[in-house]
T-cell receptor
Framework: DTAVSQTPKYLVTQMGNDKSIKCEQNLGHDTMYWYKQDSKKFLKIMFSYNNKELIINETVPNRFSPKSPDKAHLNLHINSLELGDSAVYFC???????????FGSGTQLSVL | AQSVTQPDIHITVSEGASLELRCNYSYGATPYLFWYVQSPGQGLQLLLKYFSGDTLVQGIKGFEAEFKRSQSSFNLRKPSVHWSDAAEYFCAVASTGGFKTIFGAGTRLFVKA
């Protein structure tokens, strides 16, 4: 069983479209994250939820909206996609208190 | 604010040679320190972590790292590199009791035969 699974693995779309990425973890962790990895491999934290509550919201455009229906799921919705949104988006979960992170395999988003 | 610097963008070593990847951090107190590895097309996997205690920590796949407070460093080492170690390596720092892990820019390791 995959610990942190995110779908889709690849997402190709046109500018201006709205898209969602889904993430689920079966590790029983309280905390989930979204990270963005750019073309130079730099990883930047975007959001974090702890027990469905938003606890980290970095300087991300408000076109990005995370949603956590329960503590095992954290989805990312992106409105009005722009070329600069092209990146790999990673979901991760952890036990909180900065225990180690478990990462999904990433969603490669390409905006044309 | 906490930050992580990995001075080497990429490193090439011969198979069987020793490896050291550098990491410097900036944090007011003793941080939590991590090394993660990312293989192509994959997510990140934890190699090892330091929270407290013995400053030399052992990880998976034969890796170790040494925390040096005086140098604000947490360098990763391996005595003998295998071709399968070729990957991207990330050093990371997290605040004690917090929820935020900050990653360095990564070091790409190439292994030559």
């Amino acid at each position: 069983d995959t610990a942190v699974s995110q779908t889709p693995k690849y997402l190709v779309t046109q500018m201006g479209n709205d898209k969602s990425i889904k993430c689920e973890q079966n590790l029983g962790h309280d905390t989930m994250y979204w990270y963005k990895q750019d073309s130079k491999k730099f990883l930047k934290i975007m959001f974090s939820y702890n027990n469905k509550e938003l606890i980290i919201n970095e300087t991300v455009p408000n076109r990005f909206s995370p949603k956590s229906p329960d503590k095992a799921h954290l989805n990312l919705h992106i409105n009005s996609l722009e070329l600069g949104d092209s990146a790999v988006y990673f979901c991760a979960s952890g036990g909180g208190n900065n225990e180690k992170l478990f990462f999904g395999s990433g969603t490669q988003l390409s905006v044309l | 604010a906490q930050s992580v610097t990995q001075p080497d963008i990429h490193i090439t070593v011969s198979e069987g040679a020793s490896l050291e990847l550098r990491c410097n951090y900036s944090y007011g107190a003793t941080p939590y320190l991590f090394w993660y590895v990312q293989s192509p097309g994959q997510g990140l996997q934890l190699l090892l972590k330091y929270f407290s205690g013995d400053t030399l920590v052992q990880g998976i796949k034969g890796f170790e790292a040494e925390f040096k407070r005086s140098q604000s460093s947490f360098n990763l080492r391996k005595p003998s590199v295998h071709w399968s170690d070729a990957a991207e390596y990330f050093c990371a720092v997290a605040s004690t009791g917090g929820f935020k892990t900050i990653f360095g820019a990564g070091t790409r390791l190439f292994v030559k035969a």
